[in-house]
């Protein structure tokens, strides 16, 4: 936001340009104030080429070599001298909230902050942490998209023969009701996963049988018998889904392992397709197929877990539309029991999902570990997050809530140096 890196000059060329550029632009670079070292150095490079090629081309260099620093393209976390647990400075935790919350370097308030030493007070991390909840929007997109597995949405879209313009509109959707529900609304998971509006274009519109109120990306109101929260959505039906009758699997493993972070091993010489062959008859229905899968004695352990939160996807098609009866004619049947509950449907699920404390706990680490690059092996990272997720809990969920306690907390500050 400075200009260009002579903006501040009165006369371009001079020493005295050269030296308020290097007041300015190197700190603004590395996101801290230069050492003296580091300011002799760069300074080093203009004084040696200005005698032989002119102060355009030195000065250039002196650009390039500020951009393509180190101290530049990466974000370095050192600490003090020493071994073991290190806390950051206050420049280092200025770098780690803002790229951490908006992709973006610190502006100049969180620098202003880190000058006065500040931000190892958790009261002054929290108002920034605040103030930045605007501007998180691409960081939560991200998340989500990473979380949830939404990368093979358009290698699913081919699969299933989804017009291309429409698998983009619902990555488009994606993003724009996700920013909506956390930035905007400053909602919650509860939020996230029942709201029955979203932000789509009228062919998307269209294709969920809602009516779009004009031209464009626009908020609609979508059938709360149908779709309900962020797993509703085309995108992670159709990433997700599969031609014939795999979705049940792939969609109940998304939300199994990805959404609870379970883990579940398939055996490398397992035959799943013989096996069902020898269980089930070729016009067995969808419920019979899973039902005999998670009964088999080679497949049942991990498909008795994870199959009925997919059955109860059954009334989105791979294409993500609504469907009530298959292909061969037989009525959709997405009514599950899991630990003794009855769920009527994806809409239900995910209304129980949102709280849910595996899920939650799930939401909570890999967050952690996708934004602030906790460590989820170490004893510190795991009562980090256990803390974070009772406060997550405790405020009904909320987003910014979740990024504060994250903020707040000491380990926030703290890396493990190598030894």
């Not at 352990?301 to 009530?324: I, K, M, R, Y």
Request: hydrophobic fraction near 40%; aromatic fraction near 8%; glycine fraction near 8%.
């Amino acid at each position: 936001d400075q200009g260009a890196p002579t903006a501040r000059c009165q006369t371009f060329g001079t020493p005295a340009c050269v030296d308020t550029f290097m007041d300015w632009f190197p700190e603004a670079a590395f996101r801290r104030p230069p050492t003296p070292a580091e300011k002799a150095e760069l300074r080093a490079v203009y004084d040696e080429l200005e005698p032989k090629y002119g102060a355009d081309w030195a000065f250039a260099a002196l650009v390039r070599g500020v951009l393509l620093s180190p101290q530049f393209l990466y974000r370095y976390e050192i600490g003090p001298s020493g071994k073991g647990i290190v806390k950051l400075d206050d420049y280092e935790i200025a770098s780690l909230i803002s790229f951490s919350l908006t992709d973006e370097a610190p502006d100049q308030e969180l620098l202003d902050a880190a000058k006065a030493g500040t931000l190892r007070d958790a009261s002054v991390r929290e108002k920034h942490a605040r103030r930045l909840m605007g501007r998180t929007g691409p960081v939560w997109q991200r998340f989500f998209w990473e979380w949830l597995k939404m990368a093979t949405l358009q290698s699913q879209a081919n699969e299933v023969e989804l017009d291309p313009e429409l698998a983009a509109q619902m990555d488009e959707e994606l993003h724009a009701f996700v920013s909506h529900v956390i930035v905007d609304e400053r909602g919650s998971l509860r939020d996230l996963m029942t709201a029955s509006y979203s932000w789509t274009r009228p062919e998307l519109a269209a294709h969920y049988g809602a009516s779009h109120p004009g031209a464009g990306l626009d908020r609609v109101e979508l059938d709360p018998n149908q779709r309900g929260g962020l797993l509703t959505r085309g995108a992670w039906l159709v990433a997700h889904g599969k031609r014939g009758r795999d979705n049940v699997v792939r969609r109940g493993m998304g939300v199994f392992i990805d959404a609870m972070c379970n883990d579940i091993r398939v055996p490398a010489d397992l035959d799943v397709i013989a096996e069902l062959d020898r269980l089930v008859g070729p016009d067995a229905t969808v419920r019979e197929v899973t039902e005999a899968r998670g009964n088999a004695p080679v497949c049942g352990n991990c498909h008795q877990l994870a199959d009925p939160v997919g059955l109860a996807f059954e009334h989105f098609a791979s294409d993500g539309s609504w469907q009530t009866t298959y292909a061969d004619g037989n009525p959709v049947e997405s009514q599950i029991t899991l630990d003794g509950t009855a769920y009527e449907d994806a809409g239900a699920l995910s209304e129980a999902l949102a709280s849910d404390t595996r899920f939650q706990r799930c939401l909570v680490r890999r967050f952690a570990h996708f934004a602030l690059g906790a460590d989820l092996g170490s004893p510190a990272a795991v009562a980090w997050t256990s803390e974070a997720h009772t406060q997550f809990a405790e405020s009904d969920t909320s987003f910014e809530e979740l990024v504060v306690a994250l903020v707040r907390h000491p380990a926030f500050l703290e890396r493990r140096k190598a030894d």
